[in-house]
């Protein structure tokens, strides 16, 4: 009964940090709390069916996907240049450095504007470009962010029948 509650409290540990991942860059949100539920499945020996674990593994897998194309997509759809795209991805890292946490929002934000302004674009032009990138960008982050909260209810829940 200590190696489950062990794995089960890294596994939450897990699951926090994949919520976290979702907000910040670098960090994988739901493959993480797809990780831990995984962990928590190896530690309680059958909480979920095979085929949970098959959808949500294609679930985290289209959230990786659509996290890398849509903000793209998006942005090009509206005629963003790659200016623009990496000025958002530069400028939401920015701020997560120097203005946490909101630094994030409004770096992605500014980082796209002064982004289109470099590749020329006038000042409307180049917000509402900005403005594009910066909404798909957020969408996708709430995106995540449910994905990986559903994740961790489910561990949650699960763990919380096993203990008890």
């Known amino acids: 009964m200590i190696l489950e509650i062990i794995l089960i409290s890294f596994g939450l540990v897990i699951a926090i940090v994949g919520l976290i991942g979702c907000i910040v860059p670098g960090i994988p949100g739901p493959p993480l709390n797809l990780v831990s539920l995984v962990l928590l499945e190896i530690s309680t020996g059958g909480t979920y069916s095979l085929s949970f674990y098959i959808i949500w593994g294609l679930i985290t897998i289209a959230t990786i996907v659509l996290d890398y194309v849509f903000p793209v997509f998006s942005a090009k759809k509206f005629k963003a240049s790659n200016y623009g795209i990496w000025g958002s991805v530069i400028g939401m890292i920015l701020g997560i450095i120097f203005f946490p946490p909101f630094g994030m929002v409004l ?6 504007i002064v982004g289109e302004l470099v590749a020329g674009k006038k000042g409307i032009e180049a917000t509402k470009v900005g403005l594009v990138t910066f909404f798909s960008s957020m969408l996708m982050i709430v995106f995540k962010f449910a994905v990986s909260a559903m994740m961790t209810y489910y561990f ?3 763990a919380i029948d096993y203990l008890l």
């Open 107 to 112: 770096g992605l934000l500014v980082g796209a």
């Open 156 to 158: 949650i829940k699960a």
